[in-house]
């Protein structure tokens, strides 16, 4: 779906309002399951909201996979999530940002809502959903944006992206959004003039010195 149509389909959505959507029957299973899991984790009283994206990113990550074996390349395509967004989730997305807004369903490709999520799930995956939420339980949303919003100018290098964010959920500071910030942007800078994997001790070693650069300096 190109952002002409979905401009178009945003637009009858808003018109006619979510109340009483329907996908059509061949999305009906994942609309079913997804909404059904986004309901009992926007309920749970003691989560925060970063917490419950963070669970839903899981889900969704998971049942996409699932249902289509939704890949790195299907993930890349912003027409594929203009279209899961507004012909299959639309409603969770109005639920979750409090109404239509253009940049969360369709308009903005770094700010599509689904996108984000699977994005965030994808470049820190740690071989199990159980393994990569608990490594990722500890963040914000300002985390989430940080890697997400950062693919650099070759695109996102998962293998880095997974011991960034493994190395980081060991870290137990007061200041742990503004460093992992300060990090990424050391790093940006970094990867264009050194390749990670090929330097001594591999990415490992690599973003332990982006740590302990910021260690030393404070």
């Given at each position: 779906m190109n952002k002409k149509e979905a401009a178009e389909v945003f637009e009858t959505?808003?018109?006619?309002?979510?109340?009483?959507?329907?996908?059509?029957s061949e999305f009906n299973?994942?609309?079913?399951?997804?909404?059904k899991k986004y309901n009992e984790?926007?309920?749970y009283q003691n989560a925060n909201l970063y917490e419950r994206d963070l669970r839903f990113a899981i889900y969704l990550y998971d049942n996409l996979d699932k249902y289509f074996g939704f890949s790195e390349r299907d993930a890349s395509k912003d027409e594929n999530w203009r279209?899961?967004?507004?012909?299959?989730?639309?409603?969770?997305?109005?639920?979750?940002?409090?109404g239509f807004h253009e940049a969360r369903f369709y308009n903005d490709?770094?700010?599509?809502?689904?996108?984000?999520?699977?994005w965030y799930i994808y470049l820190s995956w740690q071989g199990s959903s159980v393994e990569t939420f608990n490594i990722l339980k500890n963040n914000t949303t300002d985390d989430l944006v940080q890697l997400v919003e950062r693919p650099g100018s070759k695109g996102y290098r998962v293998e880095l992206s997974r011991e960034l964010m493994k190395q980081y959920s060991y870290l137990?500071?007061?200041?742990?959004?503004?460093?992992?910030?300060?990090?990424?942007?050391?790093?940006?800078a970094r990867v264009k003039i050194i390749e990670p994997s090929l330097t001594r001790g591999g990415n490992e070693q690599?973003?332990?010195?982006?740590?302990?650069?910021f260690d030393k300096n404070n």
């Open positions: 959505l808003k018109r006619k309002g979510l109340e009483n959507f329907q996908p059509s299973d994942i609309h079913i399951i997804l909404n984790i926007r309920d279209f899961i967004s507004l012909n299959i989730l639309p409603n969770i997305i109005y639920d979750r940002w409090s490709s770094r700010r599509m809502w689904l996108k984000s999520l699977w137990n500071k007061t200041n742990r959004n503004q460093l992992f910030r300060k990090v990424m942007k050391l790093n940006t690599y973003v332990k010195e982006l740590f302990d650069y």
